[in-house]
C-alpha cells in the first residue's frame, strides 16, 4: 500500500511513525512534513492546502490510501476530491468537516441529533453580542465560528474579557472571516477528556480516552494554545464507560450526518466537559487531536493502515480495537513567546539523547532539517511521548526525557498528567 498523509505537526510524525510499521505498507509520502516525518516518509513539497497539487500527485504516484491530518485539507474538501479522483481517503467529506469548520454548524448537528452541550447563541453583530454578553453575565466563552489554529476560543472569567474578545474578533477582525461569525456559550464547570472514534459512516469504534492540556502555563493558566501535552488512558474516562460514552455523544451525531446524505468516515473527535449534570460535548473535531495522537498511537496494538482502510471502506465493523495496559504521556516542547510571537530557526539537539531512554518517542512537529542540523520553523516544536507501566512512569520518563532537548528560549508546561495522577490517589 502507497499512502499519502498530509500535514506538517508532530500528529502527522506519529502517524507516519505508526504506519510504516505496518507490513501492508509499502512507501509513506508527506506533504509537507517536517523534520521527522523525513526520516521514515519521503517528505513531498505540497502545501496541506493545496487540493488540486495533492490530487494531482495522488493520481501520478499511485496513491492507494491518503490520511488527511490536519482539518484544514478536509475542510478544503481534500476527501471528495479524492473521491472523484478515485483514490480512498480516510476522512470526512467536506460538509461532514463543518463539524470543526463552523461552532454554529455543529452546534445544529448536535441539537438535531440530541447530544448535550452548552447553551449558546450564534452573532455576526457586534453590539447584539455584547447585549447578550452583559445579561447572561461572566463566566462566558466566545468563539470564533471557523478554523482559527485552536486559538479561537476565549473563556472569560469577566465581563470585560467576554467584551474585549467579541470586540476583537466582529470589530477588530482577530482572525479574519473566521471570527466573522461567533458563538456565544455558557462556560461549563467540570473537568474536560477527549473521546476519539474510527467512523466508516455507520460503526464507531471508541479509541482509549485521552486528556489534553490547552492552556499555556501549569495549573492551566495563560491563553489556549493548539494544546501543551497529553495522556493516555484519561482516569476521568474508563475503558469500561467508552461505548456509553460514543453512544451518547458521537453514535447520534453518525446517524444525523447519514440521514442528511453525508455518512462520517475518519476519525471523529467529541471534547467532553464532564459536568455534574452528565457529559457535554465542548466542541468536535474531525482529525485526530494534536497532542492527543501521539500518547494514543504509543498505545495503540492494531495496524494503523488496516484500520484506516477498513474504515475507509466502510468495514470497521470486522475490526476490534486493542491498546496496550501501559500509559502513555506526551510534553510539548514550545518556542519562548508561544502562543504568541515567537522566534524560529532555533537549533535543536538532544533528540538521541532523549530516545536513548526505554519508552520514549520524540515526535517532531514544527521542525526542518538543514545541512545535517535541526531547526525550530513553529511555536510547537516537539512531542516527547513515554509509554510506562502506569501514568506516574510515563509521566516521569517523558520529562526526564525532555530534560535532555536543548533549544534556546525553549519551555514546556511541567503539570501535564497530574489532574489524573490526582484522581487515581483519590480513588
Known amino acids: 500500500m502507497r499512502i499519502l498523509v498530509i500535514g506538517s505537526g508532530g500528529r502527522e510524525d506519529a502517524l507516519v511513525w505508526k504506519l510504516s510499521q505496518s507490513p501492508l505498507v509499502s512507501e509513506i509520502f508527506v506533504a509537507p512534513g517536517n523534520g521527522g516525518t523525513a526520516s521514515s516518509a519521503k517528505n513531498i513539497d505540497i502545501d496541506a492546502g493545496d487540493i488540486p497539487a495533492l490530487v494531482k500527485f495522488a493520481r501520478e504516484n499511485n496513491i492507494d490510501l491518503v490520511v488527511p491530518g490536519p482539518e484544514l485539507p478536509l475542510v478544503l474538501g481534500v476527501c ?8 480512498a481517503c480516510f476522512g470526512p467529506d467536506a460538509f461532514c468537516a463543518r463539524l470543526e469548520g463552523s461552532k454554529s454548524f455543529a452546534k445544529e448537528i448536535m441539537a438535531k441529533a440530541g447530544v448535550p452541550t452548552a447553551k449558546s447563541l450564534v452573532f455576526t453583530d457586534v453590539e447584539e453580542a455584547l447585549a447578550c454578553a452583559r445579561a447572561w453575565g461572566a463566566p ?7 478554523l ?4 479561537g476560543v476565549v473563556v472569560a472569567d469577566t465581563l470585560p474579557e467576554a467584551e474585549a474578545a467579541i470586540r476583537e474578533m466582529l470589530a477588530e477582525n482577530r482572525f479574519g472571516d473566521a471570527g466573522s461569525t461567533i458563538v456565544l456559550e455558557e462556560k461549563l464547570m467540570g473537568e474536560e477528556v477527549s473521546l476519539l472514534c474510527l467512523c466508516d459512516g455507520e460503526t464507531a469504534l471508541p479509541l482509549s480516552s485521552a486528556q489534553d492540556h490547552k492552556a499555556a502555563f501549569d495549573k492551566d493558566t495563560g491563553p489556549n494554545t493548539g494544546g501543551m501535552g497529553a ?10 464507560k467508552l461505548e456509553e460514552m460514543t453512544s451518547i455523544v458521537i453514535r447520534p451525531v453518525l446517524a444525523e450526518l447519514a440521514r442528511q446524505g453525508h455518512p462520517f468516515r475518519g476519525i471523529l473527535y467529541a471534547g467532553l466537559m464532564l459536568t455534574a449534570d452528565g457529559p457535554k460535548v465542548l466542541e468536535y473535531n474531525v482529525r485526530f487531536g494534536d497532542p492527543e495522537c501521539q500518547p494514543l498511537l504509543m498505545r495503540l496494538n492494531n495496524d494503523l493502515a488496516a484500520l484506516m482502510q477498513a474504515g475507509a471502506s466502510g468495514s470497521l465493523a470486522k475490526q476490534k480495537l486493542a491498546f ?7 510534553v510539548v516542547v514550545a518556542a519562548a513567546g508561544y502562543p504568541g510571537s515567537y522566534e524560529k530557526n532555533l537549533p535543536i539537539d538532544g533528540i538521541e539523547k532523549a530516545h536513548a531512554k526505554s519508552g520514549v518517542r520524540v515526535f517532531q512537529a514544527g521542525t526542518a532539517s538543514r545541512d545535517g542540523r535541526l531547526f525550530s520553523t513553529g511555536g510547537r516544536v516537539l512531542c516527547v511521548t513515554a509509554l510506562g507501566d502506569d501514568l506516574a512512569q510515563a509521566k516521569r520518563l ?27 490517589q483519590n480513588s
Request: charged share 30%; hydrophobic share 35%.
Open 80 to 87: 471528495d476530491a479524492m473521491g472523484e479522483a478515485g483514490i
Open 140 to 146: 462566558l466563552v466566545v468563539k470564533a465560528d471557523g
Open 148 to 151: 482559527a489554529a485552536g486559538k
Open 231 to 240: 495522556y493516555s488512558p484519561a482516569p476521568l474516562l474508563p475503558d469500561s
Open 324 to 330: 496496550s495496559p501501559k500509559s502513555a504521556l506526551g
Open 398 to 424: 517523558a520529562y526526564e526525557a525532555a530534560e535532555k532537548i536543548d533549544m534556546p528560549g525553549s519551555r514546556y508546561r511541567t503539570d501535564i498528567g497530574d489532574k489524573g495522577l490526582k484522581r487515581l
